[in-house]
Protein backbone atom coordinates (compact mmCIF):
# COMPACT_ATOMS: atom_id res chain seq x y z
CA UNK A 1 0.00 0.00 0.00
CA UNK A 2 1.44 3.00 -1.14
CA UNK A 3 2.03 5.33 1.90
CA UNK A 4 0.35 8.71 1.56
CA UNK A 5 3.90 10.76 1.57
CA UNK A 6 3.82 8.77 -2.09
CA UNK A 7 0.79 9.78 -3.02
CA UNK A 8 1.12 13.90 -2.26
CA UNK A 9 4.07 13.81 -4.45
CA UNK A 10 3.60 12.06 -7.19
CA UNK A 11 4.17 14.10 -10.54
CA UNK A 12 1.28 16.05 -11.71
CA UNK A 13 -0.14 16.80 -15.00
CA UNK A 14 -0.77 19.95 -16.98
CA UNK A 15 -4.16 18.25 -18.72
CA UNK A 16 -7.01 19.77 -16.50
CA UNK A 17 -10.46 21.84 -16.86
CA UNK A 18 -12.72 23.74 -14.56
CA UNK A 19 -16.67 23.54 -14.69
CA UNK A 20 -18.67 26.59 -13.64
CA UNK A 21 -21.37 26.14 -10.46
CA UNK A 22 -24.13 25.05 -13.78
CA UNK A 23 -21.38 22.55 -15.17
CA UNK A 24 -20.75 25.27 -17.84
CA UNK A 25 -16.83 26.73 -19.30
CA UNK A 26 -13.19 25.15 -17.76
CA UNK A 27 -10.50 25.58 -19.01
CA UNK A 28 -7.05 23.52 -20.13
CA UNK A 29 -7.20 20.31 -22.39
CA UNK A 30 -9.77 17.68 -22.26
CA UNK A 31 -13.69 16.99 -22.31
CA UNK A 32 -15.39 18.41 -19.48
CA UNK A 33 -18.43 16.23 -18.04
CA UNK A 34 -20.46 19.27 -19.41
CA UNK A 35 -18.96 19.44 -22.45
CA UNK A 36 -19.12 15.40 -23.16
CA UNK A 37 -22.67 14.48 -25.25
CA UNK A 38 -25.22 12.42 -22.61
CA UNK A 39 -28.49 11.53 -23.34
CA UNK A 40 -31.29 14.11 -22.78
CA UNK A 41 -32.55 13.59 -19.24
CA UNK A 42 -29.08 13.02 -17.40
CA UNK A 43 -27.90 14.39 -14.60
CA UNK A 44 -25.28 15.48 -11.78
CA UNK A 45 -24.50 14.53 -8.77
CA UNK A 46 -21.30 15.44 -7.20
CA UNK A 47 -19.77 13.48 -3.60
CA UNK A 48 -16.53 13.41 -1.44
CA UNK A 49 -15.75 10.25 0.40
CA UNK A 50 -12.02 10.18 1.31
CA UNK A 51 -9.55 9.49 -1.24
CA UNK A 52 -10.97 9.93 -5.22
CA UNK A 53 -9.44 7.41 -6.49
CA UNK A 54 -11.25 4.37 -4.64
CA UNK A 55 -14.41 6.41 -4.82
CA UNK A 56 -14.42 6.63 -8.51
CA UNK A 57 -13.44 2.98 -8.77
CA UNK A 58 -16.27 1.58 -6.19
CA UNK A 59 -18.87 3.93 -8.31
CA UNK A 60 -17.62 2.37 -11.42
CA UNK A 61 -17.62 -1.12 -10.80
CA UNK A 62 -21.17 -1.09 -8.82
CA UNK A 63 -23.02 1.26 -11.73
CA UNK A 64 -21.09 1.01 -14.99
CA UNK A 65 -22.46 -0.89 -17.68
CA UNK A 66 -25.80 -0.83 -17.42
CA UNK A 67 -26.45 0.09 -14.05
CA UNK A 68 -27.01 3.91 -15.06
CA UNK A 69 -23.24 5.54 -14.49
CA UNK A 70 -22.93 7.69 -17.80
CA UNK A 71 -19.81 8.84 -17.46
CA UNK A 72 -17.46 9.65 -13.99
CA UNK A 73 -14.61 12.32 -12.88
CA UNK A 74 -12.38 12.77 -10.09
CA UNK A 75 -11.49 16.46 -9.15
CA UNK A 76 -11.89 18.98 -6.63
CA UNK A 77 -15.05 21.00 -4.98
CA UNK A 78 -15.53 23.50 -2.16
CA UNK A 79 -12.03 25.61 -1.92
CA UNK A 80 -11.22 28.94 -2.47
CA UNK A 81 -8.66 29.09 -4.57
CA UNK A 82 -8.52 28.65 -8.62
CA UNK A 83 -7.51 25.59 -10.73
CA UNK A 84 -5.84 24.24 -7.56
CA UNK A 85 -3.69 21.17 -7.96
CA UNK A 86 -3.10 18.04 -6.27
CA UNK A 87 -0.39 19.08 -4.13
CA UNK A 88 -2.34 22.39 -3.09
CA UNK A 89 -5.15 20.22 -2.16
CA UNK A 90 -3.10 17.51 -0.40
CA UNK A 91 -1.39 20.32 1.53
CA UNK A 92 -4.63 21.41 2.67
CA UNK A 93 -3.96 25.02 1.39
CA UNK A 94 -7.04 25.81 -1.01
CA UNK A 95 -9.85 24.34 1.10
CA UNK A 96 -11.15 21.98 -1.67
CA UNK A 97 -12.24 18.11 -1.43
CA UNK A 98 -11.18 15.34 -3.49
CA UNK A 99 -14.40 14.31 -4.84
CA UNK A 100 -16.24 12.51 -7.69
CA UNK A 101 -18.72 13.97 -10.04
CA UNK A 102 -20.70 11.39 -12.05
CA UNK A 103 -23.38 11.81 -14.82
CA UNK A 104 -25.97 9.12 -14.55
CA UNK A 105 -29.14 7.80 -16.34
CA UNK A 106 -32.33 8.88 -13.74
CA UNK A 107 -34.12 6.20 -16.02
CA UNK A 108 -32.22 3.62 -14.76
CA UNK A 109 -30.73 4.73 -10.69
CA UNK A 110 -32.01 7.36 -8.46
CA UNK A 111 -30.31 9.67 -7.16
CA UNK A 112 -31.45 8.49 -3.87
CA UNK A 113 -29.79 5.50 -4.60
CA UNK A 114 -26.27 6.78 -5.62
CA UNK A 115 -26.40 8.21 -2.28
CA UNK A 116 -27.85 5.13 -0.40
CA UNK A 117 -24.09 3.39 -2.18
CA UNK A 118 -22.24 6.48 -1.14
CA UNK A 119 -23.09 5.62 2.49
CA UNK A 120 -22.59 2.28 2.10
CA UNK A 121 -19.14 2.47 0.45
CA UNK A 122 -17.48 4.80 3.26
CA UNK A 123 -17.29 5.74 6.88
CA UNK A 124 -19.29 9.00 7.21
CA UNK A 125 -18.53 9.27 11.14
CA UNK A 126 -14.72 10.43 10.95
CA UNK A 127 -14.69 14.36 10.74
CA UNK A 128 -12.10 14.67 8.01
CA UNK A 129 -10.62 11.21 7.83
CA UNK A 130 -11.28 8.28 6.25
CA UNK A 131 -8.75 5.75 7.82
CA UNK A 132 -5.50 6.72 7.75
CA UNK A 133 -6.57 9.18 5.31
CA UNK A 134 -6.65 12.49 7.42
CA UNK A 135 -7.00 16.15 6.08
CA UNK A 136 -10.31 18.64 5.19
CA UNK A 137 -9.78 17.58 1.87
CA UNK A 138 -10.69 13.66 2.97
CA UNK A 139 -14.10 15.28 4.44
CA UNK A 140 -17.44 13.28 3.86
CA UNK A 141 -19.81 15.74 1.54
CA UNK A 142 -22.71 15.99 -0.94
CA UNK A 143 -23.02 19.10 -2.75
CA UNK A 144 -26.23 19.32 -4.33
CA UNK A 145 -27.17 20.55 -7.79
CA UNK A 146 -30.70 21.63 -7.20
CA UNK A 147 -33.22 21.80 -4.79
CA UNK A 148 -34.25 18.00 -5.39
CA UNK A 149 -31.82 17.01 -4.94
CA UNK A 150 -30.61 18.77 -1.70
CA UNK A 151 -34.07 17.60 -0.38
CA UNK A 152 -32.98 13.61 -1.13
CA UNK A 153 -29.75 14.32 0.52
CA UNK A 154 -31.19 15.57 3.57
CA UNK A 155 -33.75 12.89 3.50
CA UNK A 156 -31.24 10.01 3.32
CA UNK A 157 -29.22 11.49 5.09
CA UNK A 158 -31.65 11.13 8.03
CA UNK A 159 -32.71 7.56 7.13
CA UNK A 160 -28.89 6.44 7.58
CA UNK A 161 -28.15 8.65 10.62
CA UNK A 162 -31.19 6.91 12.35
CA UNK A 163 -30.93 3.04 10.73
CA UNK A 164 -27.91 2.86 10.19
CA UNK A 165 -25.36 4.78 12.68
CA UNK A 166 -27.56 4.74 15.47
CA UNK A 167 -25.16 5.23 18.18
CA UNK A 168 -22.50 7.59 15.95
CA UNK A 169 -23.10 11.03 14.56
CA UNK A 170 -23.16 11.62 10.98
CA UNK A 171 -20.58 14.18 9.89
CA UNK A 172 -21.17 14.40 6.22
CA UNK A 173 -21.72 18.13 5.13
CA UNK A 174 -24.43 19.12 2.60
CA UNK A 175 -23.52 22.03 0.49
CA UNK A 176 -24.39 23.57 -2.79
CA UNK A 177 -21.95 22.14 -5.48
CA UNK A 178 -19.80 25.71 -6.55
CA UNK A 179 -17.02 25.62 -8.79
CA UNK A 180 -15.61 22.16 -10.12
CA UNK A 181 -12.43 21.55 -11.12
CA UNK A 182 -11.63 18.23 -12.62
CA UNK A 183 -7.98 16.55 -11.80
CA UNK A 184 -5.00 15.65 -13.20
CA UNK A 185 -5.19 13.92 -15.90
CA UNK A 186 -3.11 10.85 -14.17
CA UNK A 187 -6.27 10.87 -11.64
CA UNK A 188 -8.87 9.49 -13.72
CA UNK A 189 -9.55 6.16 -13.61
CA UNK A 190 -6.65 5.59 -11.48
CA UNK A 191 -6.70 2.20 -9.87
CA UNK A 192 -8.20 0.87 -13.22
CA UNK A 193 -4.42 1.82 -14.88
CA UNK A 194 -2.98 0.91 -11.37
CA UNK A 195 -4.66 -1.69 -9.59
CA UNK A 196 -2.30 -2.29 -7.33
CA UNK A 197 -2.39 1.48 -6.40
CA UNK A 198 -3.04 2.86 -2.66
CA UNK A 199 -6.48 1.92 -1.51
CA UNK A 200 -8.15 3.67 1.62
CA UNK A 201 -8.88 1.18 3.97
CA UNK A 202 -12.03 2.90 5.26
CA UNK A 203 -13.58 2.68 1.53
CA UNK A 204 -14.59 -1.37 1.36
CA UNK A 205 -16.37 -3.47 -0.67
CA UNK A 206 -18.22 -6.21 2.09
CA UNK A 207 -20.28 -9.47 0.51
CA UNK A 208 -23.68 -7.59 1.23
CA UNK A 209 -22.31 -4.32 -1.16
CA UNK A 210 -21.21 -7.02 -3.88
CA UNK A 211 -25.03 -7.51 -3.94
CA UNK A 212 -26.34 -3.73 -3.92
CA UNK A 213 -26.00 -2.67 -6.90
CA UNK A 214 -28.76 -5.47 -8.88
CA UNK A 215 -31.30 -5.46 -6.58
CA UNK A 216 -30.87 -1.61 -6.47
CA UNK A 217 -31.28 -0.77 -9.67
CA UNK A 218 -34.73 -3.39 -9.47
CA UNK A 219 -35.89 -1.55 -6.49
CA UNK A 220 -35.37 1.60 -8.89
CA UNK A 221 -38.01 4.79 -7.97
CA UNK A 222 -37.79 8.20 -8.95
CA UNK A 223 -37.33 10.78 -7.11
Known amino acids: MASLLSRLFRPSSSSRMGLTSD ?15 FPEGSQRATIAAGCFWGVEHMFRQ ?7 LLDARVGYIGG ?10 CGGRTGHAEALQVVYDPGTVSYRQLLEFFYRMHDP ?3 NRQGPDAGSQYRSAIFYHDDDQERVARSVTEKVQTEWFPKAKIVTVILPAGQWWDAEAYH ?8 SGYECPSQYALPTLCA ?4 LVRSHARD
Open 23 to 37: GGGGSSAGTSLAASS
Open 62 to 68: TFGGKGG
Open 80 to 89: DKSNPSYQAV
Open 125 to 127: TTK
Open 188 to 195: QLYLDRNP
Open 212 to 215: FAAP
